[in-house]
């Protein structure tokens, strides 16, 4: 498949707006008829499942919830062009459908800013998830595609952040709110570690009963590529990269055919998950054991805890 441009450029690397974007991504559809079914559902899927940002910066300025209506109306239109331009006989699998007609007015985007700036940031999500999961599926994950995914993501935050500096590691030890950080030296040999044992699980390749274990038990592969949070290698963007990374280990394994596994937030938890981000990230212990080092993950995990039963609940009444 022929990569969409937008201008002369690969439009992942082009300023554009969050409408030529999708206008881009529907001319490139005509490329796409040719594809066999199973690609152009796998393609369908992938693409236009919701995504759900969130941030955790506080800087006295309150978390603002663009409306499932502000978001929508922008991103569903690409999704009604494919659905037109698409033969009838190549229906997407009923999961797929069931997982689109759940999320599709359920756009959940808690982020910091005016929705121009919501838009834009989702916008580069967007197009560093399709970089990554789509062009990208079947390629190992190596340092140079892991910051040229980071590049896509953050290079229109440099314009608000000057210390940003999109595709490139960290050369310090602080970050910007004085948090001692892992040196800069140790950190690459630790994300080279990571990415490392990420490539031998995802071949299957030489694997003790240990690593085997990470890919039989999601939580201990995700608590992998979350010591990226951990390590810290980008100035900002590190827990955005971990989500980004952990949709291309799933689709290069076919485990799943869209890039990122959400549970919707229902109406009734949301504002408890705002008061929970800014909880964890305040240390605001009310309510909750000080247990010492990890005690924001404790206020996280009662909060992913209660969203779990939820789940399970509906799913025994149904």
Known sequence: MARPTAGRLPWWEEDVTVINFHRTIAAALEEVQSMD??????????????????????????????????????????????????????????????????????????????????????????????FLCIYHRDDPLDMGLLKRTHYILMRGFRAHNRHIQPGCFRDCSFNDCGVFLIHEIAMRTSIDDMLSRLRGINSDEDLDDVD??????????????????????????????????????????????????????????????????????????????????????????AFLLECVYDSLEELINA
């Open 37 to 130: 079914n199973s690609a152009l559902r796998a393609l369908q899927a992938r693409a236009f499942v919701s995504t759900v940002m969130v941030s955790t910066e506080v800087d006295n300025i309150p978390v603002s919830i663009i409306t499932p209506e502000e978001i929508c109306r922008h991103l569903t239109r690409i999704y009604e062009e494919i659905l037109q331009q698409c033969p009838s006989n190549r229906p997407l699998r009923a999961p797929q459908l069931h997982i689109f007609e759940t999320y599709n007015h359920e756009w959940s985007l808690h982020c910091i800013g005016p929705p121009p700036v919501v838009l834009s940031r989702l916008s580069q999500y967007l197009k560093a998830l399709m």
């Open 212 to 301: 085997r274990s990470f890919f039989k038990f999601p939580d201990r592969l995700a608590s992998l590529l979350h010591d990226m949070t951990h390590i810290q290698p980008f100035v900002v963007g590190n827990s955005w990269m971990c989500r980004l990374i952990m949709a291309h280990f799933l689709v290069s394994r076919d485990k799943f055919q869209f890039p990122i596994p959400i549970a919707p937030i229902k109406d009734r938890l949301c504002e408890q998950f705002v008061h929970t981000l800014f909880g964890a990230d305040n240390k605001d212990l009310q309510d909750h054991e000080d247990v010492g080092f990890g005690r924001e993950r404790t206020i996280l995990s």
